[in-house]
């Protein structure tokens, strides 16, 4: 029931910007972090991201700590990922989800960094 909806990847320049967003519907939320998924081709699925359902706490994975941030706006049911500073290693399908995740995974955005 939960659903989850990624948009706003695309390719830029090394040292450039993207925004991701993601559009929930169903529940969310309900006592979980959301956050943001990366997988590039032959590595596993990992959080690159996550913020508590009031937007008061935030996680970042160390590999993007000072270039991502990410932020929520709960009335639109929309989470982003501000992504600065971009690098070739950024590259991957970025998606979002609850964490701990549930298994209804959306489309994903692709994201890709050129050197």
């Known amino acids: 029931q939960v659903q989850f909806v990624e948009s706003g990847g695309g390719l830029v320049q090394a040292g450039g910007s993207l925004r991701l967003s993601c559009a929930a519907s169903?529940?969310?939320?309900?006592?979980?972090?959301i956050g943001w998924y990366r997988q590039a081709p032959g590595k596993q699925r990992d959080v690159v991201a996550r913020?508590?359902?009031?937007?008061?706490?935030?996680y970042y994975a160390e590999s993007v700590k000072g270039r991502f941030t990410i932020s929520r706006d709960n009335a639109k049911k929309t989470v982003y990922l501000q992504m600065n500073s971009l690098k070739p290693e950024d590259t991957a399908v970025y998606y979002c989800?609850?964490?701990?995740?549930?298994?209804?995974w959306g489309q994903g955005t692709q994201v890709t960094v050129s050197s």
């Open positions: 913020i508590s359902s009031a937007g008061a706490f935030t």
């Open positions: 169903g529940i969310p939320f309900s006592g979980n972090y």
């Open positions: 989800n609850r964490v701990p995740s549930v298994n209804n």
